[in-house]
């Protein structure tokens, strides 16, 4: 696995990269082809708090953790042991997925730099967004950690969103 670690307003140092490195390689028993997979690692502190952002591109999925603590070492084991627990929870979901069809679902997230603004948006995302059906997008949004996840019905061919409702179950928002 090729990790990439980069630090958001700090030096990361090595032993910082050897304990990322280490903790990470604890997930390559879940992956096929863990030589091919790139693991994009961010570490940010901001006051007293440690976060550690970790996302792994696969094939068809993309795998996400963010977690925050006081402490850099704890941050790095439950975002880790959350990516861990994501993984075989979906196991079977995602194999059934990948035999059900070859087509490649997943989307590549394209970061840009955070601007600080007077504007309510602090962040912006470009994804591409790719045909799957609804059980397809609700995966993927429990994969991603999200509260909600666009994607292009494969069903109707127009774009909708899904999202998780907080009295339980799922929504569908669909463009006309």
Same mark, same amino acid.
Request: hydrophobic share 35%.
């Given at each position: 696995m090729?990790?990439?670690?980069r630090g958001?307003?700090l ?5 910082m990269?050897?304990y990322?490195?280490?903790k990470?390689k604890k997930?390559?028993?879940y992956?096929?082809k863990s ?5 994009n690692v961010l570490? #940010?502190? &901001?006051g ?7 996302? $792994?591109p696969l094939?068809n999925f993309? %795998?996400?953790? =963010? @977690?925050?603590?006081?402490?850099f070492y704890?941050?790095?084991?439950k975002?880790i042991?959350?990516m861990e627990r994501?993984i075989?929870?979906? #196991?079977t &979901? ?5 035999n059900?069809?070859k $087509?490649?679902?997943?989307f590549?997230? %394209?970061?840009? =730099? @955070?601007?600080?603004s ?6 912006r995302?470009?994804?591409?967004v790719k045909p799957?059906?609804e059980?397809?997008?609700?995966l993927?949004?429990?994969?991603l ?8 019905n494969i069903?109707?061919n ?9 009295n339980g179950?799922y929504g569908?928002i669909e463009?006309?």
């Open positions: 090729e990790i990439i670690i958001d307003k030096e990361v140092t090595k032993a990269k050897d990322i490195n280490e990470l997930l390559e028993k992956l096929e030589d091919d997979v790139r693991a570490v #940010k502190v &901001k007293h708090l440690q976060t550690v952002e970790i996302t $792994i094939r993309i %795998i996400r953790s =963010e @977690e925050t603590q006081e402490d704890a941050a790095v084991d975002a042991d959350v994501q075989r929870k979906n #196991k &979901k995602i194999k059934a997925k990948e059900k069809t $087509i490649d679902f997943s590549i997230d %394209i970061e840009e =730099e @955070e601007e600080p007077e504007t309510e948006i602090i962040k995302k470009k994804i591409e799957m059906d059980e397809e997008a609700i993927q949004l429990e994969l950690g999200h509260e909600f996840y666009l994607f292009k069903d109707t127009k774009e909708a969103v899904i999202y998780k409702r907080k179950g569908l463009a006309e």
